[in-house]
């Protein structure tokens, strides 16, 4: 059987077809390596069984908790953690909604929500949509969790906080370890805080990735993930809400209508995705690493000066543009000037200007020409 290469697969006008936002939100000659959509097709399980679904009409509401256990499974064989309990699992839409939703159980209307910037930046927004006050806890300069820094979030943020935990970090890809995450467990314990942690891009850690209710202390917290992001689905909306031991109550208190939030095809097709997709993954996983070597090669190659602690968590790349004179907005020059379209470091939060999220879940192509083009630009502009 020929090698799985997803990110080999499609070319650019293959993937102008596509009518999701990645490939649609800017004109024809942009480069778009932005949204976090990867460039494949979905494994060719997921492919089938969705095809099997429509062509019997089995097209109606979700039911059971087939997908909590598929992810209960997969955590088993993948991070060799079996406290996954499915009857402390529920459903949400998406990740996003689920930790929407969490916040409501466990922290007060106007209080605060520690978040580590930069970060996601939905992170800062939901926090914002739930009626509930940024408190920030910036990551340190390596791009890591600054303990002493959310240590004194959390004193400040006493009484009912949260911290929205994203494990691992986007954007700096940073996977956090198990003593990291025992500390965090602690500093929480210590103040009465409650951790809301995001693991979406937990299934593309080649190694070392650490489910945060693995680690010893973290038992009243949650945890909000989906197949979303790790097997490209985002377009078929489902996620799981996972309680620890100590959360089962205020697990009991979300409201029954935030499980309506899935589809039926898309718990099917996740629930495919962790059972039976991960070889698939595993090829993703090495045709990303390949990737992130080719993206250090090209920066180093045509802009030295851009800086880059590669992370290796997942498919984003944070890059420190401070040192190409561009001023706080990168993105906005290498849109106009290169046609290539990253995200905006303004967007992250505390620590994000001057910065730029590149996307290189695409095919190798692709990304030499959108680096090449972004040298060009500003070799033009100091001519
Ligand atoms: C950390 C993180 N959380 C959540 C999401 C969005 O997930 P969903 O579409 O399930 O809300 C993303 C998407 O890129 C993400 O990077």
Request: glycine share 8%; net charge negative.
């Amino acid at each position: 059987m020929r090698p799985l290469h997803p990110l080999r697969d499609l070319n650019e006008q293959t993937l102008r077809r596509r009518t999701s936002i990645k490939w649609r939100q800017y004109p024809d000659d942009v480069l778009p390596l932005w949204v976090a959509e990867m460039d494949v097709v979905p494994d060719a399980s997921i492919r089938a069984a969705l095809t099997a679904a429509i062509e019997s009409g089995d097209t109606g509401y979700p039911h059971g908790t087939g997908y909590a256990e598929a992810l209960a499974d997969f955590a088993a064989r993948r991070w060799g953690w079996d406290g996954l309990d499915p009857s402390r699992t529920a459903y949400a839409a998406d990740v996003m909604t689920g930790i929407a939703e969490v916040l409501r159980l466990v922290s007060e209307p106007g209080g605060p929500v520690v978040v580590s910037p930069p970060v996601y930046p939905p992170f800062l927004d939901v926090v914002e949509h739930v009626g509930r006050t940024v408190v920030e806890a910036p990551l340190g300069a390596d791009g890591r969790l600054d303990l002493a820094a959310l240590e004194d979030a959390f004193r400040v943020a006493a009484g009912r906080a949260a911290y929205l935990l994203c494990n691992p970090h986007n954007p700096t890809a940073v996977t956090h370890t198990a003593d990291e995450l025992g500390a965090v467990a602690s500093l929480a314990r210590e103040h009465g805080v409650r951790v809301v942690a995001d693991e979406i891009h937990g299934p593309l850690v080649p190694d070392g990735f650490v489910p945060y209710l693995s680690v010893a202390g973290a038992e009243d917290a949650f945890v909000v993930t989906s197949a979303s992001k790790a097997w490209n689905l985002a377009g078929l909306k489902a996620a799981v809400v996972v309680a620890g031991p100590e959360a089962s109550a205020d697990l009991a208190r979300l409201p029954e209508i935030v499980s309506h939030g899935p589809s039926h095809l898309g718990v099917l097709a996740h629930t495919v995705a962790l059972r039976d997709g991960v070889p698939w993954l595993d090829a993703v996983v090495a045709d990303l690493a390949d990737n992130r070597r080719l993206l250090g090669d090209l920066l180093d190659e045509h802009l030295p000066d851009v800086r880059w602690a590669r992370g290796s968590a997942t498919y984003l790349a944070w890059l420190d543009c401070r040192a190409l004179g561009l001023g706080d907005d990168p993105a906005a020059f290498f849109l106009e000037h290169a046609r290539v379209a990253l995200n905006s470091g303004l967007t992250f939060g505390s620590g994000g200007a001057g910065h730029v999220r590149l996307n290189f879940a695409t095919s190798p192509p692709l990304l030499d020409d959108a680096i090449r083009r972004m040298a060009h630009a500003l070799e033009v502009r100091s001519d």
